[in-house]
């Protein structure tokens, strides 16, 4: 079996009992980087010394089908820097082909940036999505948060403190520097801090400068002003392209803020 298991962020105490269990018993464990596993066995005072894997972006594609081989008869514990593997993380590669050659996964919950930034960041949290690390090239990190300007939903992004003050930037560019949003530094870490208010707020206080590790959570697009019944032919219009109605009226109803279940009574009236 493929076990995914969620480390600590910033802080050791956050560390899961069943972690904690699933490393005093491995066997084998898949790291991302394992010089940082053999410093958590130590830090957890963990004496078992399993045989380490590495597993990282660069080689997952050629590890992956022996470490599926490996799971078929014991148990593989896979492990990221912090956090949980997969998310921005190598482990999807593995997955994916534990998946496809029936081998179980299952993972150990525990400490998630993307989780823990959106429930303090005092922004939407009924619906969001995870966009991972900004494009490093000016030019594409331009071009991929205009693609996001009319997202409704609370947009969560990981960036690097070297970076945010531009980033920042560009969003107030193609969001609008009124857009709310919070930058969470340090998460669980003895100096969290989460600096909170309008992008162009916020790249003010970036100005002087960002340590640590960073989370960027940002309010989604406010619904468009759109009359119902030009919510409806946009609704139509898309079916018309080949959109379930059913997806079509909570594309809409996503951007204009009507309602997805009168959307789609009214274009199935128009149907007939």
């Not at 962020?9 to 972690?19: F, K, M, P, Q, V």
């Not at 081998?103 to 919950?109: C, G, M, S």
Request: charged content about 25%; glycine content about 8%.
């Amino acid at each position: 079996m493929i076990i995914l298991a969620a480390t600590p962020i910033g802080n050791l105490g956050d560390a899961s009992r069943r972690l904690v269990e699933a490393l005093q018993t491995a066997t084998v464990i898949a790291a991302e980087d394992t010089r940082t596993t053999q410093r958590l066995l130590a830090a957890l005072g963990v004496e078992n010394r399993p045989r380490l894997i590495a597993l990282h972006d660069h080689n997952e594609k050629d590890r992956a089908p022996e470490l599926v081989e490996l799971a078929r008869d014991r148990d593989v514990l896979v492990l990221s820097d912090a956090g949980m593997p997969t998310v921005s993380d190598p482990g999807y590669g593995l997955v994916a082909a534990a998946a496809a050659a029936g081998v179980a996964v299952t993972a150990l919950p525990g400490p998630s940036a993307v989780l823990t930034a959106l429930a303090i960041s005092g922004l939407p949290t009924d619906r969001f999505t995870f966009e991972g690390f900004v494009p490093r090239k000016p030019g594409e990190r331009a071009g991929a948060l205009r693609g996001l300007a009319n997202e409704p939903r609370t947009m969560v992004f990981f960036d690097a403190p070297t970076r945010v003050a531009s980033t920042l930037a560009d969003m107030a560019t193609a969001f609008g520097g009124d857009r709310r949003a919070a930058v969470c530094r340090e998460l669980t870490k003895l100096y969290e801090e989460v600096a909170r208010g309008t992008l162009d707020e916020l790249v003010d206080w970036a100005a002087k400068g960002v340590r640590g590790e960073l989370v960027v959570v940002v309010a989604g697009a406010a619904p468009r002003e759109v009359a119902f019944p030009d919510a409806v032919t946009q609704v139509l219009e898309l079916v018309r392209g080949g959109t379930r109605l059913k997806d079509a009226s909570g594309e809409v109803a996503a951007h204009t803020g009507h309602s997805s279940r009168e959307l789609y009574q009214a274009a199935l009236a128009v149907r007939g």
